[in-house]
């Protein structure tokens, strides 16, 4: 048999499935409320898996209009009314539309497809269900852009800039996150926070006119690969500065970097000492209290609120600088009380492992039970800790540090049954996110607004904190960004009120905007109630 004259390339062969697929969608979109009811519903359910990646790619973009995205998901959600009555399953088609959305910004953000692609998807999804934009309406498109696609605002002209990072139409920064390792899902929550306050600010308009861009490198939790990603960052994708970025070794290793290229380093996502030395580096800011302020708050809690005895007290901690930091706010709240500090029992594990069984032994060899522990861990670690202790001590109460993730550790409890969940506390950075502070209200509108597959969770409310502070500052710079500028006006911060509860403030001897701890309580039922801490 001889060979055809011509064979289809790899990626023709999945243009040629993908414009298959985009005229499928349009009968999809024309058949719903004319087919058979029994099989209206898994259209619509087919129809969300199709058009909900599109979407989501799409509004990831700046060069797709939001007006065009919005007649998709107008007609969309037309068809979900038309294929069910049903208000229950059109709740269950719309939840998954909304992962679906989700999955196609994820794909923009973390590389998986580019805007050029998702803008020709897009246009041959419009083409296919009759949406397209008039000749017209692309032409005042082009001459007006809309307020997500704008480079600079009519109060204000752009000035030429040297700074690296920052365009006429954009400042760039980074972010270095563990995607993988045990706490990857702190890492993805950290970012989601950053990236709901730029789509924001991006959405009226971008700052004084700059569209802000977050780029984010993996290092797997690992300092191994965290100069790495730093140098990725900053050489290849030329980033402004850093946000954000997660783990105390792992800061160890990314400020030296940061500062000898005099970058800004801004609320990284640890409470560790290396990232507030006294005097404050110039170029590192926090917004979060320390994890020594945090395991202060916790055994002041236990002391007096609990009124457990100082030796009934015990530390369990990840053998490195985040576990360091969280005993050494122990130890100085036992010496600030004008208690022995030197007989405090500390156990702990490795660092990415959830292995143990050493600190369970030593706590069993204590002559005076063990009633309270204070823990500066990641979720896993500290949920199987609790697990393998339960049952040894009853009525243990156990407290962990605000990095944990309150989400992530109720998770994990709720895995093991309903009795692993009682005596949990968690220190917190941020208001609880069941509450109506001004900020939390608007965290919530936001995430509902771009992420809307995404639930509250207390590390992206951090990390959307965290971002708005530094929008505020890059909104007093004017039209002219450098680095040099906007250190000098964030730490001329005073008695920012963002509608958290407490006041925010920078100056030159202080580098940190926030020393409030809240506290949590965790319940069988496996939510949070909020817990007075002193």
């Not at 979109?29 to 029994?38: C, L, T, Y």
């Not at 898996?49 to 797709?64: D, F, K, Q, T, Y």
């Not at 409890?413 to 005596?423: I, K, S, W």
Request: net charge neutral.
């Amino acid at each position: 048999m001889s060979k055809p004259e011509f064979e289809p390339s790899q990626a023709l062969r999945r243009y040629l499935k993908w414009r298959q697929a985009v005229f499928s969608i349009a009968v999809l979109f024309a058949g719903a409320a004319s087919a058979d009811p029994r099989d209206n519903l898994a259209i619509a359910q087919d129809l969300a898996g199709r058009v909900g990646p599109i979407v989501g790619s799409a509004l990831a973009c700046r060069n797709v209009a939001g007006a065009r995205v919005q007649v998709i998901i107008d007609k969309f959600r037309t068809a979900i009314g038309e294929a069910s009555t049903d208000e229950a399953e059109q709740a269950d088609v719309a939840r998954a539309f909304d992962r679906y959305v989700a999955e196609g910004r994820s794909a923009v953000t973390n590389g998986r497809t580019d805007c050029k692609t998702a803008d020709r998807q897009f246009s041959d999804l419009e083409q296919s269900v009759g949406a397209s934009p008039s000749p017209e309406q692309r032409l005042a498109n082009a001459i007006t852009p809309s307020a997500a696609n704008a480079t600079t605002t009519p109060a204000q002209q752009l000035l030429p800039t040297n700074a690296r990072g920052v365009t006429d139409r954009e400042i760039r920064f980074g972010i270095v996150l563990p995607f993988s390792g045990a706490p990857k899902e702190a890492g993805r929550h950290m970012k989601l926070g950053i990236d709901i306050a730029f789509a924001q600010a991006n959405d009226a308009g971008g700052v004084n006119g700059r569209m802000l861009k977050l780029i984010a490198a993996d290092d797997g939790y690992e300092t191994s690969r965290t100069l790495e990603a730093m140098s990725k960052l900053w050489d290849n994708d030329q980033v402004f500065g850093f946000i954000g970025n997660l783990g105390t070794p792992n800061a160890a290793v990314a400020i030296p970097f940061a500062l000898e290229r005099k970058a800004l380093f801004f609320a990284p996502f640890t409470g560790g000492g290396i990232v507030r030395h006294d005097p404050p580096d110039r170029y590192v800011f926090n917004y979060r209290p320390s994890y020594t302020e945090e395991t202060g708050a916790a055994v002041r809690y236990l002391l007096k609120i609990r009124k457990f005895r100082p030796e009934q007290i015990a530390v369990f901690a990840q053998n490195d600088a985040f576990g360091d930091s969280g005993f050494a706010g122990v130890t100085k709240t036992f010496r600030a009380l004008g208690l022995n500090d030197g007989n405090i029992l500390r156990v702990g594990y490795a660092r990415n492992s959830i292995d143990v069984d050493d600190a369970v032994n030593r706590l069993r060899l204590q002559k005076v039970p063990i009633r309270a522990v204070v823990m500066t861990a990641t979720p896993r670690a500290a949920a199987r800790f609790i697990e393998k202790t339960r049952d040894l001590f009853p009525g243990m109460i156990y407290t962990d540090v605000s990095v944990v993730g309150v989400s992530d550790l109720a998770e994990e409890l709720n895995l093991l049954g309903p009795r692993f969940a009682t005596g949990v506390i968690v220190t917190q950075t941020v208001p609880p996110i069941s509450g109506y502070s001004s900020l939390v209200l608007g965290y919530k509108t936001a995430l509902e607004k771009y992420f809307p597959a995404e639930k509250p969770e207390d590390i992206s409310l951090e990390g959307f904190v965290a971002a708005t502070i530094l929008i505020d500052a890059i909104r007093r710079c004017g039209a002219e960004v450098d680095t040099e500028k906007l250190v000098d006006i964030l730490e001329n911060t005073s008695n920012l009120d963002l509608g958290l509860g407490t006041s925010l403030n920078f100056n030159r001897g202080e580098h940190q905007a926030s020393h409030k701890v809240w506290g949590l309580a965790l319940q069988e039922t496996g939510k949070y109630q909020p817990v007075e801490l002193e």
